[in-house]
């Protein structure tokens, strides 16, 4: 029995789901989520990326900046306003088809809240090309 599970970031919803059947069994184990770790062009890592071809590669390099933009921008607008201009970013590039963007609290995945609120995540998945990718950054 294990007295840490360590899961990654990049995976957010499945840590949140783990963080939940944890506490609903409660297990004596602590889990503990680790920092996306990112490329150095920002595409965040990813065993799915070596599937990327060097031009999908430079496409999939979108879904990092929409989100980067997403985070500089959060205080000065709403977050709908906000998730829209990231999803209007991303929807330019034609090789990337956007399954989701979403801002939501960190905790529960709500995506009711409020500009003043901490503890608040982007999430993001698309299909490039054949891969499947996702990402996701902190706001506040």
Same mark, same amino acid.
């Given at each position: 029995?294990?007295? *840490?599970?360590? *899961?990654?970031?990049?995976? *957010?919803?499945?840590?949140?789901?783990?963080?939940?059947?944890?506490?609903?069994?409660?297990?004596?184990?602590?889990?503990?989520?680790?920092?996306?770790?990112?490329?150095?062009?920002? @595409?965040?890592?990813?065993?799915?990326?070596?599937?990327?071809?060097?031009?999908?590669?430079?496409?999939?390099?979108?879904?990092?900046?929409? @989100?980067?933009?997403?985070?500089?921008?959060?205080?000065?607008?709403?977050?709908?306003?906000?998730?829209?201009?990231?999803?209007?970013?991303?929807?330019?590039?034609?090789?990337?088809?956007?399954?989701?963007?979403?801002?939501?609290?960190?905790?529960?995945?709500?995506?009711?809240?409020?500009?003043?609120?901490?503890g608040i995540?982007?999430?993001?998945?698309?299909?490039?090309g054949q891969?499947?990718?996702?990402?996701?950054?902190?706001?506040?």
């Amino acid at each position: 029995k294990p007295d *840490f599970a360590f *899961f990654g970031q990049k995976d *957010f919803q499945q840590v949140k789901v783990i963080e939940q059947m944890v506490k609903l069994k409660n297990m004596p184990v602590k889990i503990v989520t680790c920092p996306i770790i990112r490329e150095a062009d920002g @595409l965040a890592m990813s065993s799915r990326n070596i599937h990327l071809s060097p031009q999908e590669r430079k496409h999939a390099l979108v879904l990092s900046w929409a @989100l980067h933009q997403l985070k500089k921008s959060y205080v000065k607008e709403a977050s709908e306003e906000l998730r829209k201009e990231a999803i209007e970013l991303i929807d330019v590039e034609p090789n990337v088809q956007l399954e989701y963007l979403e801002i939501v609290n960190a905790e529960d995945l709500d995506n009711n809240i409020s500009q003043e609120q901490k503890g608040i995540i982007a999430l993001v998945a698309a299909k490039v090309g054949q891969t499947r990718l996702i990402d996701n950054m902190i706001l506040v």
